[in-house]
């Protein structure tokens, strides 16, 4: 079996049953970016320069959802034959944010405010490793 | 300094308004199309069309801004001179500016400022682009700390599925539906026919749009801005300077390159997130209002007032989205103005009357210049064949890559 390693460094945990999204929280106002904020807190009132680590919400309601049905161009590494692939952005009620991700599961009955679950799935594969990106699941 | 706050429109005066002081001379464009040749070419064609439209020569030019693009090397980026050698240096100040597909409203702003601080009395503004086909990709190379370069690594987010996403919302918050969105490609496709610098100049039918296939659901390929060459140029000059060369100059009324507020709660491109609404509140008017807002107060004038306006319809579905952006109606009210009829030429307030992205496909840095262009020939009444009635204001809008606003209002 191939090894599974994350398609990005340190974006997510990959614990395989309850994955979370790692964003990081300013320590001056609270506020929590994802991707995480580098250098520093992009609240215009704030001059926070310091972050703590900061697991996002597993779970969210759909924000939207397109399923697209061409390959995209590089980076991106298309399966062959090429598959149709789902994006949904999901509302995290508790950080008051929405969240990109592929979709884990059947679109067709996918709608606006549909829960969903963050999981691990594989984005692509190479001669040694599944690479590992976090998808949405519906519930 | 003073700091603005609120973006309520009402009270917040802005503290210097360029109202009226600066005049579009003349506008000039090359054919938007797949010619597969030098972008230099193209915005020398377009900068000479200009010139002759203000009457001036080359070297009355004092400065010259170019809208950059980066897709053409180191000439792209330095987008001002390159167009300055094409033309033959003669010395002239110079600026170039990238905010993609905001970086002509930018350049325009730039030659407005030196106009309004009286640092010069004639600007020449040029964009062109040379595209390749399909999609817009990310520039090549390994880069993951590039958000542009992940989003197509980590989620295959594509430029299409941003505006799929607002789609989807747009039919189930509000019951927008497939057959609308493909009226708005009629309509546009039907604006474009006597446009002789657009690139698709054909009726197109409800039919064929959804017969077209799905690129990111529900949009589909004829819904879909395609990527063209294109130049487009604006000489810009004082009114005082306008008023000895002819009589009743179009004048920039108000312009705005304003960046979104913190916390901007609608994902865009090419973003992974929103940014968390949690500790502050959100503003009062999200970022794609705020661009027409800022231009509406300048300009002294509101959505009431437009004779017509023209903007960015990346997709057909977008287009919709943005009526209620520039306050032409309320959230949720854009199919009833499409049904209406008045966004299509005869109605109350044509929308893309050039025909819009729609016909054009989009050249990044010469598509803002090109919105202005139009709204010139309009409200001097020279669009033939697509010509806007007693058009008196209009306004152009979009929206660059990484927090670009970019609206302008012209008056006659
Ligand atoms: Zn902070």
Known sequence: MKARVPAVEGWFTMDEDQPHLLGNRCVTCGTVFFPRAETACRNP???????????????????????????????????????????AAVELAEEKMVVLG?????????????????????????????????????? | MEVETAVSGTEAAPQASGRGRVAVLGVGMHPWGKWGRSFVEYGLVAAR?????????????????????????YPGYVAGSTFAQALGWQGAQVASSYSACASGATALGAARAQILAGLCDVALVVGADTTPRGFLAPTSGDRPDDPDWLRFRLLG????????LYARRRMELHGATDADFARVKVKNARHGMANP??????????EEVLASPLVADPLRLLEICATSDGGAAVVLSSLEFARRRTTGPVRVAGLSTVTPRFPNTVIE????ATDSAATVAPPESPFRDSIAEKAYQEAGVGPEDLSLAEVYDLSSALELD??????????????RLLHDGDTALGGRVPVNPSGGLSCFGEAVPAQALAQVCEVTWQLRGQAQGRQVQDAKVGLTVNQGLFGHGSCVILER
Request: hydrophobic share 35%; charged share 25%.
């Open chain 1, 45 to 87: 009132g704030c001059r926070g320069g310091d972050f703590e680590e900061a697991p996002l919400s597993r779970r969210g309601r759909v924000w939207s959802y397109t399923t697209n049905h061409y390959a995209p161009p590089p980076p991106f590494v298309a399966g062959d034959p090429f598959q149709p692939y789902t994006i």
């Open chain 1, 102 to 139: 592929q979709l884990d599961g059947d679109p067709t009955r996918l709608r606006v405010g549909a829960e969903v679950e963050l999981v691990l799935a594989t984005l692509f594969e190479d001669d040694e490793h599944e690479h590992v990106v976090w998808k949405w699941r519906p519930l």
């Open chain 2, 49 to 73: 069309a200009a010139l002759d439209d203000a009457g001036l020569d080359w070297p009355d030019v004092q400065f010259v801004s170019g809208a950059d693009t980066v897709r053409n090397g």
């Open chain 2, 157 to 164: 987010a594509t430029n299409p599925t941003y505006f799929a």
């Open chain 2, 197 to 206: 610098y657009a690139r698709y100049r054909k009726e197109v039918t409800e």
């Open chain 2, 269 to 272: 491109m090419p973003n992974f």
């Open chain 2, 322 to 335: 943005w009526y209620e952006n520039i306050g032409l109606c309320k959230p949720g009210e854009a199919e």
